[in-house]
């Protein structure tokens, strides 16, 4: 039994909400999303409750039942709230800005690495070395953050790089003896 799939979701005041069938969409004050769920599962909409019900008991509907459930749940959140992910830049000379609503990274690179935001997601830079990205798609904003991470993934030695916020990067010893054999 899914836990997770039987769980209701609470709509907010300000969020609307259609269902087509299998097609869900939601509506509120920081933007719309959209999504067409597996056949193997069912919405039903009481009032502000939104509920997530299997079509039958098979394996794979018993799968897919959490995941529409996340899924769901995720747009509603993110239409009312939006999601935000936190980026930390650290070694010496790396820092970032924006121009416009596009990212500059000063990576170590010989040129400057310019990130566009996909529609939805706004960049936010504190200081030169704390990055946000937020959007109402939470899928998005985490391949958006993931994108600038991999300009510059955190080294194991010094730790230099772009980490998520709270991120522990294991670290590794180095070299042992610095003068070697003669």
Do not use: C, W
């Not at 056949?39 to 939104?50: A, E, F, K, T, Y």
């Not at 997601?121 to 109402?136: L, P, R």
């Amino acid at each position: 039994m899914s836990r997770i799939g039987k769980r209701p979701i609470t709509i907010p005041a300000k969020v609307q909400v259609a269902i087509d069938g299998t097609n869900i969409v939601v509506k509120g004050p920081k933007g719309e999303l959209s999504r067409t769920l597996t056949p193997n599962v069912s919405l039903s909409q009481d009032g502000d409750i939104l509920q997530v019900n299997r079509r039958d008991e098979t394996r794979t509907s018993k799968q897919l039942h959490g995941l529409s459930r996340t899924l769901v749940a995720n747009m509603v959140e993110g239409v009312s709230q939006g999601f935000q992910r936190r980026l930390e830049i650290q070694g010496v000379g790396y820092r970032a800005q924006l121009q416009g609503r596009n990212l500059l990274l000063n990576m170590g690179y010989s040129h400057q690495v310019q990130i566009e935001p996909p529609e939805g997601i706004q960049f936010a830079v504190e200081g030169t070395t704390n990055v946000i990205v937020s959007g109402y798609d939470k899928e998005i904003v985490g391949n958006t953050a993931a994108k600038i991470r991999a300009v510059r993934p955190p080294e194991p030695y010094k730790g230099k790089g772009i980490r998520y916020a709270g991120e522990v990067v294991r670290r590794k010893a180095g070299k042992t003896g610095k003068g070697g054999k003669k």
